[in-house]
């Protein structure tokens, strides 16, 4: 079986695509335009709690599901971006400019069944080499955490393994306390 390459675009190109914002969600890597796999239950459940969780947990900062980032050429939309509120370009109006054209400060990615690990960790990856802080990439399947910081190996956190956060988020949470949420009827 042969597989062809993929035709590369520019990112301006990219940008203008009409189909761009459809559901699931289109990224731009490399010069190529990569839809991501729609999500599954378990993916929208440890979304959803993140989002909680973080957001009640800060005031300078926000968690966002599927926000694009377009920086360092590639435009990505990672499952949660928390980004601090001072980093919100406001427009005249006091309102969130559209278009979010930096890293975020934490980026948390959840791998779906179909999903290539090393392209969801290239893309962390890349955040943080744009001035993201943190990186988390949740495996549902092997129940563990990977969790990447700027200039420090990586970690992969099982059970009782307390996870980084940022500082400014006073959360406390365990790989174990994460993968509970996955427990319908069970809510922690």
């Known amino acids: 079986m042969s597989v062809s390459p993929a035709q590369t675009i520019a990112l301006e190109d990219f940008l203008k695509l009409p189909h761009l914002e459809e559901s699931p969600a289109w990224e731009y890597v490399d010069g190529v335009a990569l839809q991501k796999p729609m999500p599954k239950t378990r993916h929208s459940i440890l979304q959803k709690r993140l989002l909680e969780v973080v957001d009640h947990s800060s005031e300078d900062y926000t968690a966002l599901p599927e926000l694009r980032c377009t920086f360092g050429d590639r435009s990505i939309v990672p499952d949660v971006s928390v980004i601090a509120w001072n980093q919100i370009q406001i427009n005249e109006a006091g309102e969130p400019e559209d278009n979010f054209m ?16 090393t392209r969801v960790i290239d893309n962390i990856l890349h955040c943080l080499t744009h001035g993201c802080q943190l990186g988390w990439m949740l495996d549902p399947d092997d129940y563990s955490i990977l969790i990447l910081t700027p200039h420090h190996q990586p970690e992969v956190c099982r059970g009782d393994c307390p ?19 996955l427990k319908v009827g069970k809510r922690q």
């Open 163 to 181: 996870l980084i956060v940022l500082d400014g988020i006073n959360l406390t949470l365990t790989a174990e306390q994460v993968f509970a949420w």
């Open 102 to 117: 930096q890293a975020p400060d934490w980026t948390i990615e959840i791998l779906s069944p179909n999903q290539k690990a």
